[in-house]
């Protein structure tokens, strides 16, 4: 099963920085992705980066692009999400996810999350 410890949330002011990390344990697939959701109150749940476990490639919401930065130590099966020039509207519960897919099968898995909340 796999499992996260979430950690770097807080207060900050707006125009800040937060970094994020979320360690995984139980990870027994050679090709994943991990990374980011986040959700605001009474808002959806949405994406905002990730990084592949095979080639590092990434991805980013149009709306941190430029401003955050998402990177892995595969050794620690650590990703970290370093968030800069924060913004009011980033305030929300961010949550690590591992997914991945075999022919047959979508795993999708969540961690608890992390409180980030950005006063103007």
């Known amino acids: 099963e796999v499992q996260f410890v979430e950690s770097g949330g807080g207060l900050v002011q707006a125009g800040g920085s937060l970094r994020l990390s979320c360690a995984a344990s139980?990870?027994?697939?050679?090709?994943?992705?991990i990374g980011w959701f986040r959700q605001a109150p009474g808002k959806e749940r949405e994406g905002v980066s990730c990084i592949s476990s095979v080639g590092g490639s990434t991805d980013y919401a149009d709306s941190v692009k430029g401003r955050f930065t998402i990177s892995s130590d595969n050794a620690k099966n650590t990703v970290y999400l370093q968030m800069n020039s924060l913004k009011p509207e980033d305030t929300a519960v961010y949550y690590c996810n591992v997914r991945t897919a075999t022919w047959n099968r979508f795993y999708d898995y969540w961690g608890q999350g992390t409180q980030v909340t950005v006063s103007s």
């Open positions: 139980g990870i027994t697939f050679d090709d994943y992705a």
